[in-house]
């Protein structure tokens, strides 16, 4: 049986690895004329690190980043407005590595330089999977009413030499944001999030906006700034699906990730949600399942869950990006007056997931190499 997966992101490599250990030919085709990861750190909560046990690479994944337990909210002067601490470790690293890691030994034939136009003319896939982002062309084929929807924010980020004693996010006045946690390595992957619009000055003078906004921030914000060069910044809108997309499309066609759910990143799970719909693809098509009542399996089971965390993210953004001096005041009281651990359970809940839960009709499942 061939698959046909169109983009060569974590979400599609990490499909096309879990195809091919079920026994499928699959072939990836990626639009870009290399095969290459941009972009600055990522968190894989514990449901992500399951998924990537599942593929046989979570111990490769742990070893490239580093491993942080808990974080938090805080004011922007340093005082901890709320404590959240996993049962189970999240990894944090830089996107490229896990990229690489996804690539090494993927079981399928990678085609890149092949941008995909016409998804109809992909006629001799038994299965095709849309992994190509926000922007799907096979998201836009099928399912037209989904918008890019712009929520209202921008972001910043970077990956720096720099050591710091965990990680967290700061909530500062009129909705600035700043995020930061080591990413192994002697590496730190920070982010700003702030009302938009989008800048259209030069690198540098936005890191200069930067520091002059955060100036008088607890550390490390200053200290990462500092560390930080003109050429490291990366800045770019926070977009998002809405309403999230259907995850199958006739007798063959299935979305995964972004195509189908790009959402805003207050919680740090976008790829996670990528990586959960690929193991879930993957244990419900071993070799010789019948595709069509397998993908509408995969929907019932997928869309629910991606559709909950879109929402809950966006929840999470509108709280903590409170731009008016007194909402903005009243967001912070709301966070310093939730128990931790009604936060932590509530983290507890996005993270538990695991592919010991896709629900197979007829069969149990016991995933290679999955853990709880």
């Known amino acids: 049986m061939h698959a046909i997966v169109i983009g060569g992101g974590i979400g599609g490599l990490a499909t096309a690895r879990g195809l091919g250990r079920q026994g499928w030919d699959v072939t990836v085709l990626e639009r870009q004329p290399d095969l290459g990861q941009i972009g600055a750190g990522i968190s894989l909560w514990p449901n992500a690190m399951r998924a990537l046990h599942h593929l046989g690479i979570g111990a490769a994944v742990e070893r490239a980043g580093a491993r942080v337990r808990g974080g938090g909210l805080r004011a922007w002067h340093g005082r901890w407005l709320s404590r959240v601490e996993l049962a189970a470790p999240a990894v944090m690293l830089h996107r490229a590595d896990l990229h690489e890691i996804l690539l090494d030994g993927l079981p399928a034939t990678v085609r890149t330089g092949h941008p995909v136009t016409d998804v109809g003319a992909l006629g001799d896939a038994d299965l095709v999977v849309g992994a190509d982002g926000i922007g799907s062309v096979v998201r836009a084929a099928y399912a037209p009413h989904v918008r890019v929807t712009d929520s209202g924010q921008v972001a910043w980020r970077a990956m720096v030499r720099a050591?710091?004693?965990?990680?967290?996010?700061?909530?500062?006045?009129?909705?600035?944001?700043?995020?930061?946690?080591?990413?192994?390595?002697?590496?730190?992957?920070?982010?700003?999030?702030?009302?938009?619009?989008?800048?259209?000055?030069?690198?540098?003078?936005?890191?200069?906006?930067?520091?002059?906004?955060?100036?008088?921030?607890?550390?490390?914000?200053?200290?990462?700034?500092?560390?930080?060069?003109?050429?490291?910044?990366?800045?770019?809108?926070?977009?998002?699906?809405?309403?999230?997309?259907?995850?199958?499309?006739?007798?063959?066609?299935?979305?995964?990730?972004?195509?189908?759910?790009?959402?805003?990143?207050?919680?740090?799970?976008?790829?996670?949600?990528?990586?959960?719909?690929?193991?879930?693809?993957?244990?419900?098509?071993?070799?010789?399942?019948?595709?069509?009542?397998?993908?509408?399996?995969?929907?019932?089971?997928?869309?629910p869950r991606t559709a909950a965390v879109s929402r809950r993210s966006r929840q999470v953004g509108r709280v903590a990006g409170a731009k008016g001096r007194l909402t903005g005041a009243l967001a912070r009281a709301l966070v310093r007056l939730t128990p931790d651990r009604m936060a932590a359970s509530a983290a507890q809940r996005v993270a538990a997931w695991s592919p010991q839960d896709v629900k197979v009709p007829g069969r149990a499942i016991t995933p290679a190499g999955g853990r709880r």
């Open 163 to 303: 050591e710091v004693d965990g990680g967290g996010e700061t909530m500062g006045p009129r909705g600035w944001r700043f995020g930061y946690a080591p990413t192994g390595r002697g590496t730190v992957y920070w982010y700003v999030a702030a009302p938009g619009p989008l800048r259209t000055g030069t690198r540098a003078e936005q890191l200069a906006e930067l520091r002059a906004v955060l100036a008088g921030w607890h550390d490390p914000v200053g200290r990462l700034l500092a560390a930080t060069a003109p050429e490291q910044l990366l800045h770019h809108p926070l977009r998002e699906l809405r309403p999230v997309a259907p995850m199958r499309f006739g007798e063959r066609v299935a979305l995964v990730g972004d195509a189908a759910h790009a959402m805003t990143p207050n919680l740090g799970q976008g790829a996670c949600q990528a990586l959960e719909d690929a193991v879930t693809l993957a244990v419900l098509l071993p070799k010789g399942a019948a595709v069509s009542s397998a993908l509408q399996v995969y929907d019932q089971q997928r869309r």
